[in-house]
């Protein structure tokens, strides 16, 4: 087997812990504790776990709306999630940036910019900095289809490549931008096609599956870490919910998601782990209770926690 | 004391804190090898070398979120966005990135981050070349903003803003450039939020922005001529605004006027007036009076373009119809 027992169960657990979380903000949101709009990331974990997987701790992150469950990867507690879900201040951001503005500076999570693919060249900057450093650290940056037709990423693309930085382009194409399908808005056949115009190695992963997604970042990692500049991975997946939640998704066919439904990435890889006798029923089945009691803590230490104070309005608007 | 440019006290300014600090970088259009297109960072390349000093593409967004995530991650960048009006590229990055980061992730991030423009009009630059946006910067809490009108100010306001955890957006004015005045040897700053009164005067309050410093300095020459003493004073950052000083001078003045290069509707002098009327109403002995830009793209054609912007004249006249 190419990969130790230790890794793969390191990478099951993630997997699922990113696909619990992503479910219980569904669940929170349906039941009315969350303000605001959540965008889920269900069905699109395998891209961000296979990503994140390739990451060493001096690595700094960019996450997008859609891997909100990202965050367990890069330090931040399944607790200060659901705060940060509920805008309470044991939140990252205290209650102030809400579901997309869940960071920690120690760690090296930067956030997200809410007008999405604007923060691409914010990522390319954190690059520079570690660049500059010198300690080998790597900027990912993460953003979907729709952003990457933004201007913002084809300028950060072209800097970070003509300034050689240590960056990643981690394309989460789940084929829709909210109602627009991807084939009216790309007029190459892959997003992974711009790469070449920025001189960039590319590659493909199946975004379904987070040991491609793994194999095919770490061997753009190689070029990356080599210091020889940027690279982009597009993962083709599907976007299982709606832009939002509430969405009624009208504007595409029942049948092509219930087609992509039988693709879960969480299942497959579960089903290859037993295959491979890395995994049996049992364990799965303690795994995800110890992820759902972790989780149900989590939402009542969210529940719990306070809210933030009018008089506190202006705190953190100035160093 | 020795007179340099205003020119000269940006570049020394540059060339001093970069010394003392290895984590301040500057990046934008022709900075490096060239020096800027006003010259501004001449020199920096040859002293820093391309590790610190580094020209980039045409991409304002790049240049600006570029600048924003290397302060994020513990650089102090200085980057150059040629002329204000090329800020609208990166306006977003400016608007919801650079002023919002640090308070809508609950306070963790330092944002060490100045951003150098160059505005105002400048025989002939036309629309796109000429404008001033204090105003609309103004609008984004999170900003700190400096205009500094003389070269003793361009030094330490830009060596404070160097030093600022806060993100800056630093207005340098281009007729400004070639201004000489005192600046001292040894290290100075001048601190953010502190008006200058620039001239004391008794019976009118004139407050000023950027280059109109000078024409609210030759009207008031005129209106002393004639017997009337205008007191001047020039902000110098906007954001923060020092209204106590102004509204000091107007209690001693009973009157008031604002002067800037930017469009009327909405500019800051519209602010400054509110904010005065609400505070001051009862020592006003006229309405304040407002002299700003015309409500028009700046025009290419010389006379229209003098038309377009205030003159020294029009804040002498505007003064006498206080009295």
């Known amino acids: 087997m190419k990969y130790s027992k230790e890794f793969l169960m390191k990478l099951y657990t993630d997997l699922v812990r990113c696909r619990k979380i992503e479910e219980k903000m569904i669940e929170m949101y349906a039941a009315g504790k969350f303000p605001g709009h959540i965008h889920s990331g269900f069905g699109e974990e395998a891209v961000f776990t296979g990503a994140c997987a390739t990451m060493n701790p001096q690595d700094w992150m960019k996450q997008t709306h859609r891997s909100i469950s990202s965050t367990s990867l890069k330090g931040v507690s399944t607790k200060e999630i659901f705060a940060d879900c509920m805008g309470k201040k044991t939140g990252t951001s205290k209650g102030i940036g809400g579901v997309n503005h869940i960071t920690s500076r120690e760690n090296g999570l930067i956030g997200l910019s809410g007008s999405l693919g604007c923060d691409i060249s914010i990522a390319a900057g954190v690059a520079l900095a570690l660049k500059r450093e010198g300690k080998g650290g790597v900027s990912y940056a993460f ?34 931008a909210i109602t627009t399908p991807i084939e009216k808005t790309l007029p190459v056949p892959n997003i992974a096609d711009r790469a070449a115009a920025y001189g960039m190695p590319s590659r493909i992963a199946d975004g379904n599956d987070v040991l491609d997604v793994y194999e095919k ?33 009208a504007y595409r066919s029942k049948e092509v998601t219930d087609a992509w439904a039988e693709k879960d990435c969480v299942e497959r890889m579960e089903r290859r782990l037993k295959e491979e006798g890395v995994l049996d029923d049992e364990t799965i089945a303690r795994i995800r209770a110890e992820i759902d009691q972790e989780l149900d803590e989590a939402e009542r230490f969210a529940e719990e926690s306070p809210e933030p104070t009018v008089d506190e309005i202006y705190d953190g608007l100035y160093a | 004391m020795k007179k340099i440019t205003y020119l000269k006290a940006l570049n020394d300014a ?196 950027s280059f109109m410093v000078g024409r609210a300095l030759e009207a008031a020459e005129q209106l002393h001529n004639m017997g009337i003493e205008a007191e001047v004073i020039d902000p110098r950052t906007v954001a923060p605004l020092d209204m106590d000083t102004i509204y000091a001078s107007v209690k001693k003045t009973k009157r008031l006027l604002v002067l800037e290069e930017g469009n009327l509707t909405c500019g800051v002098g519209a602010e400054i007036a509110s904010r005065a009327q609400a505070e001051v109403f009862d020592y006003l002995d006229a ?3 407002r002299i700003a830009a015309l409500d028009v793209p700046v025009p290419y054609n010389l006379t229209l373009e ?18």
């Open chain 2, 306 to 323: 003098a038309y377009a912007i205030p003159q020294t004249n029009q804040v002498v006249e505007a003064v006498q119809a206080m009295m």
């Open chain 2, 287 to 289: 309405p304040v009076a």
């Open chain 2, 14 to 209: 540059l060339h001093e804190e970069m010394r003392q600090d290895d984590k301040i970088i500057v990046f934008g259009e022709d900075v490096a090898v060239d020096g800027g297109v006003f010259c501004v960072t001449k020199g920096l390349y040859e002293e820093f070398g391309a590790d610190r000093v580094m020209d980039t593409p045409v991409s304002e967004s790049a240049i600006v979120g570029g600048g924003l995530g290397a302060a994020l991650a513990g650089q102090r960048p200085v980057v150059e966005v040629m002329y204000t009006d090329f800020l609208l590229c990166a306006f977003n990055e400016v608007f919801h990135n650079v002023a919002k980061w640090r308070y809508l992730n609950g306070g963790q991030f330092e944002v060490p981050l100045v951003i150098r423009c160059a505005e105002g009009h400048s025989f002939g630059a036309g629309g796109e070349h000429s404008n001033c946006f204090a105003s609309l910067l103004m609008h984004a809490p999170g900003l700190k903003i400096a205009l500094p009108s003389n070269p003793y100010d361009a030094k330490g306001l830009l060596k404070t803003a160097i030093r600022e955890n806060n993100p800056v957006i630093f207005l340098e004015h281009k007729q400004l450039y070639q201004q000489k005045g005192e600046v001292p040897e040894e290290d100075y700053t001048v601190p953010f939020g502190q008006a200058n009164i620039c001239r004391e005067g008794s019976d009118v309050t004139i407050v000023a922005l």
């Open chain 1, 217 to 249: 970042v770490s061997e753009l990692m190689e070029y990356v870490r080599a210091g020889n500049g940027p690279a982009l991975i597009e993962c083709k997946t599907y976007r299982m919910r709606g832009h939002f939640e509430g969405d009624q998704v």
């Open chain 1, 143 to 176: 953003f979907g289809d729709g952003a990457q037709n933004r201007g913002p990423f084809h300028e950060a693309a072209n800097l970070a490549a003509v300034w050689k930085l240590p960056m990643i382009f981690v394309c989460d194409n789940n084929k829709f």
